[in-house]
């Protein structure tokens, strides 16, 4: 079993950033994974804002390019979402999630349904 534990949401006004983070741990967990970030915002589908491979390949939506950069620590079993300018429409709440299947982070953005382990949730508003 995997658990993750997000942390660092908050409010922010636009313009301004955050930094995301999510810790993993659990006997089945490898720093083989891929690990990624998805939001949902009220009445709108989950996107897949970022993923990272366990060699730092890494893939964003559109919408992040350019503004949010994804990290990972393998020795503190933590990926990071750095959100920079954040803007109106950045508000959702972010899940962290992981998973074991070697495939590419492009795949693990855009094919949430096949992940298999997902975190709480950490709220971010912007305004």
């Known amino acids: 079993h995997v658990q993750l534990v997000e942390s660092g949401g908050g409010s922010v006004q636009a313009g301004g950033s955050l930094r995301l983070s999510c810790q993993a741990s659990?006997?089945?967990?490898?720093?083989?994974?891929?690990l990624g970030w998805f939001r949902q915002a009220p009445g709108k589908a989950r996107e897949g804002v970022a993923a990272?491979?366990?060699?730092?390949?890494?893939s964003y939506a559109t919408s992040a390019e350019g503004r949010f950069t994804i990290s990972r620590d393998n020795a503190k079993n933590t990926v990071y979402l750095q959100m920079n300018n954040l803007k109106l429409e950045d508000t959702a709440v972010y899940y962290c999630?992981?998973?074991?299947?070697?495939?590419?982070?492009?795949?693990?953005?855009?094919?949430?349904?096949?992940?298999?382990?997902w975190g709480q949730g950490t709220q971010v508003t912007v305004s």
């Open positions: 990272i491979q366990s060699d730092d390949t890494d």
């Open positions: 999630a992981a998973d074991p299947g070697f495939y590419g982070p492009g795949y693990f953005r855009t094919h949430g349904s096949e992940i298999q382990y």
């Open positions: 659990g006997h089945t967990y490898k720093r083989s994974f891929t």
